[in-house]
């Protein structure tokens, strides 16, 4: 990779702002809770003399140089009681705050984006933050905390519909979003096909959805980045909290490993409604189990470990014929460390790895497949001066594609061992990112990113004829898997096919007044990697395919506009954002694709491009009683593959038409209201266009069979999706003296029992002989109860 432009331009821009001659000291430090040491991401402090300020990073540090004097600083964080101290800066400090938190009868607020005046002036947009607290206080399905199912609630953001893993984002795919838990990369994040999320809100610290606008030291997904880091844990005293509902329950212990230095969590989550089933002779089983865990230790004032871990695993078991079991299993070891007064680093060596796999008994066979990368990163926080900020850093990622192999259960099953070629690819990026305020209205945050990708040498690699893998019959009409003319075996050593792409970044903000603002911003990203589905929503099945010979890497431009406002000493803030969204190499599957047990994926598929475009509202009320926001979006998400040459039709006729995720209207509400110190109530009303899907619109005989005819590809929808759920939580009186608090969680998913469609088919009665459209709806009303307890 060419790094002589990046590294230039890094130089001079270090060399500009550090060489003003104006003399400047440093103001650095961290910031932590007071009663665990936790550290808090995030927090504002703000220097009004001076009218600018600095926010804590993901691991709680903060550094800024101001010129020689006397300030007033503010010290604010969600949820936590405010601090205003003075400070006389006459030579560099070093400056460590605890947090108290905030009493239960203060307003809280709900969401944290924007609502420090600090916020309106940042140029970072298209960024939506939940705090915990919200999460846990909203309605959920099956009483069970989940942060996806939350992220729904936002602007922008949707999923498939009831019983779908994953959310798309902008009209985006699935497969299309990064989600890091303290920064590793999750594949799947849903448990039990999108009933609950795999992220255990009792261990998580801070949360963050990018929908655009994505800073560069992000890539390698086109759509979002869903960023979740987990609390380090209590390095003061023992600690112990969870919850224990109708179909699951969890249990999370934190202490001291050694006081004020080091710390210890863990967490552990599962789901038992398949033991009741036995109860009733019933042998069908479906569950899901996982761990969170982490270890935190500081050897001195400058350096840091942190070695942390998840692993889930879902099984789904019929009869003790059939077992599916797959999951996330993920290990960080990070070392953090402050080079000087203002550059702080953090260097973490990564695992991930996604498993997915079939037991069929009945045939005699396992089968496994899956995903693995290890990726090496060095991120640098450079704060030039109280201006002007720097981010930069290189990351290196390995990857091993399993496509799947099978195994004999037992020598006289008559099953051979069999699998599919494995893959290997190699993906590097070297970036650098600058927040810039320009002037007291004007700010701006900047970058690039260069990434590179290298397809690796496999077992075999299939040739064909006029490098086509999938061939077209003009007479017939229709695309077919290309004949393989000879198969080589290439050495890992070896480079098949090599991509490059450079990704500028950009995002300004214009302050209109101290309370209002107008935001744009434009990225570039690329995408090495593709997830291999017939279906809107993942299932264990699907499987990731690298870029290569056939299959390019996706690339998005988007651009975005907003206007951004807070009112009535904020108390209600109001968000508009408009964007446009275009990706080239967005592949697409000929008619009869076969992905399973597929050896050559690429004889499947063609590449095209598709778009989205839309107006996003996020209208909220932050403090008293009651709180919460509306969210609208309205938005159109299409996709076209055209012919490669002037004689094919590609797919649908090359013309554009409606992806699998597209939603014209998108509404819900979401309110909470607090009635006393026991009782507090909250309720969220979701309405959306339904899913575009395709419908026979004629049928014929043949032989006595009818047989549907089709019209375009997802010119149809689904009946319109719609729902309230309301909830209330009682908080007894908290037993001080022994440090014990717990909570009732009372819900009801679904109150007015709306039977939303998940899918409409088509058959033939058997009483009338007629065709008949039979629609199939996964949940009506559910109740549910869930204890939770700390202490």
Same mark, same amino acid.
Do not use: C, W
């Given at each position: 990779m060419n790094i002589r432009y990046l590294t230039l331009l890094l130089t001079i821009l270090v060399f500009h702002f550090q060489s003003t001659g104006q003399e400047l000291y440093t103001l650095n430090g961290t910031i932590t809770d007071a009663s665990s040491n936790e550290t808090l991401i995030g927090v504002n402090l703000i220097f009004p003399e001076a009218n600018t300020g600095v926010v804590t990073n993901e691991y709680g540090y903060y550094s800024i140089k101001l010129p020689k004097g006397e300030y007033q600083i503010e010290i604010t964080y969600i949820g936590y009681q405010s601090i205003q101290q003075t400070i006389i800066l006459n030579e560099d400090k070093k400056q460590n705050f605890q947090l108290q938190e905030a009493s239960e009868n203060l307003e809280e607020v709900l969401i944290t984006s924007d609502i420090e005046g600090l916020n309106i !002036?940042?140029?970072?947009?298209?960024?939506?933050?939940?705090?915990i607290n919200t999460i846990q206080n909203l309605p959920v399905v099956f009483g069970e905390v989940d942060v996806v199912r939350s992220l729904l609630l936002l602007p922008g953001v949707s999923n498939a519909g009831e019983g779908s893993s994953g959310f798309n984002v902008r009209g985006g795919a699935v497969d299309q979003n990064l989600i890091l838990l303290d920064e590793a990369t999750i594949y799947n994040s849903s448990h039990l096909f999108g009933l609950f999320s795999v992220f255990n809100p009792d261990a998580i610290k801070d949360l963050k959805l990018y929908?655009?606008?994505?800073?560069?030291?992000?890539?390698? !997904?086109?759509?979002s980045v869903l960023d979740i880091y987990q609390r380090d844990g209590n390095s003061k005293?023992?600690?112990?909290?969870?919850?224990?509902?109708a179909i699951s329950s969890r249990l999370l212990a934190e202490g001291p490993i050694v006081k004020d230095k080091g710390s210890y969590l863990i967490g552990a989550r599962s789901s038992y409604a398949h033991l009741f089933l036995k109860l009733t002779d019933n042998e069908n089983a479906a569950y899901f189990y996982d761990i969170n865990t982490k270890l935190s230790y500081k050897l001195d004032e400058s350096n840091k470990l942190l070695l942390s871990g998840y692993f889930g695993r879902d099984v789904f078991n019929i009869s003790q014929n059939f077992e599916n079991t797959y999951g996330n299993t993920v290990l960080n070891l990070r070392w953090n460390h402050i080079f000087s007064d203002n550059i702080f680093t953090n260097l973490s060596a990564i695992y991930s790895d996604y498993y997915y796999g079939l037991s069929l008994n009945f045939v005699g066979f396992n089968w496994n497949s899956g995903i693995r990368n290890f990726n090496l990163k060095y991120d640098f926080n450079h704060y030039i001066n109280e201006n002007f900020q720097l981010k930069y850093g290189i990351q290196n990622t390995y990857y091993e594609f399993n496509p799947g192999e099978i195994e004999p259960i037992d020598e006289d099953s008559g099953i051979n061992y069999f699998e599919l070629t494995k893959k290997y690819a190699l993906e590097n990026a070297?970036?650098?990112?600058a927040e810039h305020r320009l002037s007291d209205k004007f700010s701006a945050e900047y970058g690039l990113r260069l990434s590179n990708f290298f397809r690796l040498g496999q077992d075999e690699v299939n040739v064909y004829e006029n490098d086509h893998p999938v061939a077209y019959d003009p007479e017939r009409d229709i695309y077919s898997e290309a004949e393989i003319v000879e198969t080589n075996a290439v050495s890992r050593n070896k480079v098949l096919k090599a991509y490059n792409n450079f990704e500028p970044r950009i995002a300004v903000s214009y302050l209109l007044k101290d309370d209002q603002s107008i935001k744009a911003s434009y990225n570039r990203m690329a995408q090495y990697l593709h997830l291999i589905s017939n279906t809107s929503s993942p299932t264990p099945l699907d499987v990731w395919a690298p870029s290569g010979q056939f299959i390019k890497p996706q690339v998005l431009d988007q651009y975005a506009v907003g206007y951004f406002r807070n009112f009535t000493d904020k108390v209600y803030s109001l968000e508009v954002e408009s964007f446009y969204k275009q990706i080239d190499n967005r592949i697409d599957y000929i008619d009869g694709a076969n992905l399973i047990a597929n050896n050559a994926i690429e004889r499947i598929v063609l590449s095209g491009e598709s778009r989205a475009y839309g107006l996003e509202v996020l209208l909220r009320k932050n403090k008293g009683k009651l709180t919460g926001w509306l969210a609208y979006t309205l938005s159109r998400a299409e996709q076209r593959t055209p012919g490669r040459t002037l004689l094919e039709p590609g797919i649908n006729n090359g013309e554009w038409y409606h992806s699998n995720y597209d939603k014209t209207h998108d509404l819900s509400i979401t309110g909470s209201y607090k009635l006393n110190e026991k009782w507090q109530f909250n309720a969220n009303f979701i309405f959306q266009t339904g899913l575009a899907t395709t419908f026979p619109n004629a049928h014929y005989e043949y032989q006595g069979i009818t047989v549907p005819v089709y019209g375009e590809r997802n010119a149809d929808r689904l009946p319109?999706?719609? !729902?309230?759920?309301?909830?209330?939580?009682?908080?007894?009186k908290s037993s001080k003296d022994r440090g014990f608090e717990s909570s009732w969680n009372f819900g009801i998913y679904n109150i007015y029992n709306r039977q939303n469609a998940y899918s409409i088919s088509f058959r033939e009665n058997s009483d009338t002989n007629q065709n008949e459209a039979v629609r199939l709806s996964l949940f009506g009303i559910i109740p549910s109860v869930t204890y939770n307890f700390k202490f």
């Open positions: !002036r940042k140029p970072e947009m298209s960024v939506n933050k939940l705090s929908k655009g606008g994505i800073p560069a030291e992000y890539g390698g !997904r086109v759509s005293e023992f600690k112990m909290q969870g919850g224990i509902g070297i970036y650098v990112s319109e999706y719609h !729902r309230l759920d309301i909830s209330a939580t009682l908080k007894p």
